[in-house]
């Protein structure tokens, strides 16, 4: 499965940086974590449990960084194990570029699953992740806002881009990350 997307972020590009290199923030944010641990340079030990469909199941698995580029951008390699529910792996690429409103965060994946997951169906996986990825999204913005406060004006500023922005695509296997958030969340769809 590929997918792409991209997300405007109200905080500077390195701020932005700083959150998604942020493990207790990833693990916060995350729908159903409950371990974002380093494992050596680059390494993270992921816990998290979710259900699709009928499938409910606990995964665990590892990311792992690569082709870091501070503040701009780096590549992912995820896989999970589910037991009976299955298993995910795949890659993702993130990228912030700095704009007049903050950074926009673009990112890339490439997943594959297996196991009960893959047998759920293309559609009822891609509508599940669309959910998991925005409920991401959603706690990511509210952490950086609590930890980076804008100002009224800029508030109403976003919030008016926002009413007015086209949605967009949300990878199936999101870890959603990431970037590293958004393929962390695609990774935690499939595991």
Not at 86 to 111: D, I, M, R
Not at 144 to 154: D, E
Request: charged share 15%; hydrophobic share 40%.
């Amino acid at each position: 499965m590929d997918m792409q997307g991209q997300r405007q972020l109200y905080v500077t590009q390195q701020q932005a940086w700083e959150a998604l290199n942020n493990p207790d923030m990833l693990k916060a944010c995350i729908p159903g974590c409950d371990k974002f641990e380093a494992h050596g340079e680059n390494i993270y030990n992921v816990g998290v449990a979710i259900k699709i469909g009928p499938v409910s199941a606990k995964f665990t698995g590892k990311v792992t960084l690569s082709d870091i580029q501070p503040p701009t951008s780096y590549a992912l390699q995820f896989e999970a194990q589910g037991g009976v529910a299955g298993f995910g792996k795949g890659q993702s690429q993130v990228t912030l570029t700095p704009n007049a409103e903050g950074c926009e965060l673009t990112y890339t994946v490439h997943s594959t699953v297996g196991g009960k997951l893959a047998q759920l169906g293309q559609r009822l996986i891609d509508g599940a992740a669309k959910s998991l990825a925005e409920d991401f999204f959603r706690r990511f913005d509210e952490a950086l806002q609590a930890q980076y406060p804008r100002t009224a004006a800029a508030n109403e500023a976003a919030a008016d881009a926002s009413s007015k922005a086209t949605p967009s695509a949300v990878p199936a296997w999101v870890w959603g990350t990431g970037a590293i958030v958004v393929a962390l969340a695609a990774w935690w769809l499939t595991r």
